[in-house]
Structures are given as structure tokens and as C-alpha cells.
């Protein structure tokens, strides 16, 4: 059962409410940021919640058991808090929201309706729509491992072990012509053009410093352009500097090869296809126990 403040059940009490609802969301990065949907500021818990405009939430769906509970969300960016590079930057993925209702006239009484994740977002102009997922939509994210020929591993983390820090692994760069949203020419690496393929770009100067950007597979082509898998999120000029690292293909192979990395890795390459599995015996193969991959 829900334990509310005396206060405010003596003002619900009254059947002449002055009540709105605050959301408070937390991003992965600590940022901080309150909405309401009153028509003046509100402060909550030393947050300042922010009036809406254009601001509307659908009905909330709240069920027993397991399942997640959901909400949508629709406005527009009437707040310079919300902006469209933060939303195509990803900073809003899995942010947590804190749902309250509060007493306008006296923010000091209210009650904390239930918590929140933002589920996916989308934008059309000045438009976005986001959902409110239910803390059990946690339950539905996959869990362990699955059995694979190639690494579940990326690249340079803990569990690969390979330090990207390490100069051998990276090439330092500039651009040198912006091509399209997705492509630049650059300063030619010394390295060979498919080392980088499926690898990063870490931008360093301009508009994106600190953004990290993947490559597409055939990522450096012999005219010195490099492909990017996603935009980055902010428009790229000539003289914007960055450091390339490495591309893996997740096989054993190129683990074993390029990084001398193979005691580390963390696929199966030894697991037999589906083309073995339906195989049959044959006097003409060689069995003497030898591994199927080397």
C-alpha cells in the first residue's frame, strides 16, 4: 500500500485539488533534469521542474505481474534543456525518470507515483515522441551468453584484453574534405586500408571532440575517403582532428593474427556448423582427433 503524507491526504480530502505531475529524469551521465506539467516552474526535492508546452502524456498502462507497465510521451522542444543533438547523441537511452505527483500550491506535499525508464525515442521536425517503460521491462533484456563461432567481445574491453591505447593499434588524423554526412577524405594512415575496417573513429578537435563514431567494414578506400557506419552527431568541417583504432572481425582467426590475441578469445571457433551436424561418415575424411579449427 502506498503511504501518503498527512498533509496531502488532508488536501486530497478536500475533493478541490491542486495537483500536477513532475517527472524527474536522471541520464547514464548524472545530468539531472525536471519537467511538469503545471504552467509555472516547480521546485522538487531541490529540482527544478520546468513548465511544458505542446507537452502531452498518453494514459498510463499499469498491470499485475510481470509485465512492464508503459506510457507515452509526446511534445515538442519547447525546453533548451531537450535539444536534437542530445536525442541523436543517445545521451536519453535508458535514462531513469522519477514520476510524482505534486501539490502545486505547496510542492513540499507529494507522492512518488512510480519509476520509469525511457524506452525508444523518435523524432519527426520539431516533434518527439518517447516511451516510459515500466522497471520489469529490465526482465526482457537478454542475459548470458550465447554459443557462437565468432567473439561476443568488443574490442579493447575488459573481457578482450587488447589495449587500444597502444600506439600500434591506432592511426592520429584530419580531415581534409567533407563528402556527405557519412563520408570525409583524410590524411592517409600508414597502416594498411582494411586494418581499420569495422573499427572507430575517437573524434579529438571540432564540433564532435569526445564522440566515438564506428566504421563501416570496407571503412578506407584507395582514395583516401573514409566511410562512418552513423553520422556523427554534430556536422563535421575540414580541420576537425581524431584518432582511427582498429576494426576486429570477431573471427578466431584475426584475433589470432592481427592482435596475437587468441588465448583471449571469447567465441567458440571449435563448435561445429550446421553443415557438420548434418554430415555424414565418409571413409575418405581423415579422423585422428584433430581440432576442426587451428
Known amino acids: 500500500m502506498r503511504t501518503v503524507?498527512?498533509?496531502?491526504?488532508?488536501h486530497l480530502d478536500t475533493g478541490v485539488t491542486t495537483l500536477?505531475?513532475?517527472?524527474v529524469l536522471q541520464r547514464l551521465d548524472g545530468e539531472v533534469l525536471g519537467f511538469t506539467d503545471h504552467d509555472d516552474?516547480?521546485?522538487l526535492n531541490g529540482v527544478s521542474c520546468e513548465p511544458t508546452s505542446g507537452f502531452t502524456p498518453s494514459e498510463a498502462v499499469s498491470s499485475l505481474g510481470l509485465a512492464s507497465d508503459n506510457q507515452d510521451i509526446e511534445g515538442v522542444f519547447s525546453s533548451d534543456q531537450i535539444t536534437v543533438v542530445d536525442l541523436e547523441a543517445e545521451r536519453y537511452d535508458g535514462a531513469r525518470v522519477e514520476v510524482y505527483r505534486v501539490n502545486w500550491a505547496d510542492p513540499t506535499q507529494y507522492f512518488h507515483d512510480r519509476t520509469a525508464l525511457l524506452g525508444e525515442i523518435t523524432r519527426d521536425d520539431d516533434v518527439f515522441r518517447v516511451e516510459l517503460r515500466g522497471l520489469t521491462s529490465l526482465?526482457?533484456?537478454?542475459?548470458?551468453?550465447r554459443y557462437s563461432k565468432s567473439c561476443d567481445a568488443e574490442l579493447g574491453d575488459m573481457r578482450c584484453g587488447v589495449d587500444l591505447s597502444q600506439t600500434q593499434w591506432g592511426a592520429d588524423g584530419e580531415v581534409l574534405e567533407v563528402i556527405s554526412n557519412k563520408a570525409i577524405r583524410i590524411t592517409r594512415p600508414p597502416q594498411a586500408a582494411d586494418f581499420f575496417a569495422q573499427g572507430s573513429l575517437v573524434w579529438e578537435g571540432g564540433?564532435?571532440?569526445?564522440?566515438?563514431t564506428p566504421l563501416v567494414s570496407a571503412?578506407?578506400?584507395s582514395d583516401d575517403v573514409l566511410h562512418l557506419w552513423s553520422a556523427p552527431p554534430f556536422a563535421?568541417?575540414?580541420g576537425d582532428t581524431f584518432r582511427l583504432l582498429a576494426g576486429c572481425d570477431k573471427r578466431f582467426?584475426?584475433?589470432?593474427a592481427k592482435f596475437g590475441n587468441g588465448g583471449n578469445f571469447q567465441g567458440f571457433p571449435h563448435m561445429p556448423t550446421e553443415d557438420f551436424a548434418l554430415s555424414y561418415a565418409s571413409n575418405q575424411a581423415v579422423h585422428d582427433g584433430a581440432p576442426l579449427v587451428r
Not at 5 to 10: G, S
Not at 20 to 23: A, G
Not at 139 to 145: E, F
Open 5 to 10: 503524507d498527512p498533509a496531502l491526504r488532508a
Open 20 to 23: 500536477c505531475t513532475c517527472w
Open 41 to 43: 516552474l516547480i521546485v
Open 139 to 145: 526482465l526482457d533484456r537478454p542475459q548470458g551468453r
Open 207 to 212: 564540433a564532435n571532440a569526445g564522440e566515438k
Open 219 to 221: 571503412a578506407l578506400r
Open 236 to 238: 563535421m568541417e575540414v
Open 253 to 256: 582467426a584475426t584475433c589470432k
